[in-house]
Structure formats: C-alpha cells, structure tokens
C-alpha cells in the first residue's frame, strides 16, 4: 500500500524528540487525524505521527536503552496503527489503543532480551536512597530490573502504564479493559510490592 511504503520516509523526516505540548491541548487535533485516517486520508498520518512520536519513542526508550531497537519498534508500531486503524471504533480511545500497540512491540523485543523498562522514578518517589557515584547508579538501575522482574505481569503492566506511558487512570482502564477502581487498588498495591522488592533484594514474589 501507498501508505506503507511511505512509512519510513514520513518518520526520517519528523524529529525523534519534538517539542513537548500538553496533552490535553493536543487531543483534538489528535482525534480529528484519526478520523481523517479511518477514512482513507493518507495525509493524516504525518501530522498524527509529528503529535505521538515523541512520547511513543520515550516509551520505547525507557523499555530498550536503545535508540535503533526503539525506531524499529516505532516503525513497527505506525505500520501497525496504519494497517488496523480502521478497527479502531471510537477516535477518542486512540491513545490508549495507540500504546498498547507500542507497549506490545517493546514486550517482543525484551522477550528475547530480558531487559525491563525503566522505573527509577518509583524509586525515587518512594523515598529511596540517594545516587553517590556512578557506580552506584548502576547498582540501583540492577536493583530496579531485578526488582521490576519479580513483580507479577499485572503489577508490571499496570505500573508501565501509569509511569513510563503517563497514561491518566481513564486510559489505562480502557487499554487494560478493567473499571478504574480495579486501575486504582491494582495501582496502589503494584507501588507497594515494587519498592518491598527493591527493598529487599533476593525475595520472593
């Protein structure tokens, strides 16, 4: 498809990181390209990509530490928007859906990598101690990994999408599928069980 085959060229030509803007000012542009895009206008996807890319890229990055794998998985990402946008019922929901398709392309990459990603800022919130030295830096980014491994598969996409993603509760219902209470107590006791995990290197789940 024409739209495909401009896919790579679209995304060379929109910088990696763009200038940052508030989402709340962003979404209605964002959901009037979607439209465009569910009915058929090719146009619509490099100003849709110029408004998502930067947030999905520090999205991939924080999963892979790693510039080329995260513009390969966006490239997979954009040409997996473009292909199923159409079953995509309500315009509206499009962030949510939109990274979940980002998140699910990282979790093919870690699947033969085992990398995590990255939840320092947890850490950090969770009054832990201070980084003294570079060496130290490394010892607690060992620490969150090792940590954020243990966690069960619910506690670390929930946690992903709330603190890497930023997504608000409303989002992470919709792309999780559960009622925002379930976003909330899943939230709370996910933080809980991270930070006894990283408190306590070598325990149990």
């Known amino acids: 498809m024409k739209g495909e085959a401009s896919l ?34 090719q146009a619509a996807l490099e100003p849709l990509i110029e408004l ?14 790693d510039s080329h794998a995260s513009r390969d998985v966006l490239q997979e990402t954009y040409l997996l928007v473009y292909r199923n946008i ?17 998140t699910s392309c990282c979790h093919r990459v870690l699947r033969s990598r085992r990398q995590e990603p990255s939840l320092d800022c947890l850490v950090e919130s969770g009054g832990g101690p201070s980084v003294a030295s570079p060496s130290d830096a490394i010892a607690r980014r060992l620490a969150v990994r090792e940590a954020f491994h243990r966690l069960r598969e619910q506690d670390r ?14 989002q992470i219902a919709a792309a999780l599928k559960i009622p925002v209470g379930t976003v909330r107590s899943r939230l709370s006791k996910a933080r809980q069980r991270f930070l006894d995990a990283f408190q306590t290197p070598g325990g149990q789940r």
């Open 8 to 41: 790579d060229t679209t995304l060379t030509m929109v910088p990696p990181m763009t200038a940052h803007r508030e989402q709340v000012e962003l979404e209605p542009e964002l959901i009037g390209l979607v439209r465009r895009l569910r009915q058929g206008d």
């Open 52 to 65: 998502t890319q930067a947030a999905a890229y520090k999205v991939a990055m924080s999963y892979l530490q």
């Open 86 to 102: 159409g079953k995509l019922r309500e315009p509206a929901a499009f962030r949510s859906w939109f990274y979940r398709i980002v």
């Open 157 to 170: 996409s929930v946690l992903t999408l709330r603190e890497v993603c930023q997504l608000s509760y409303d």
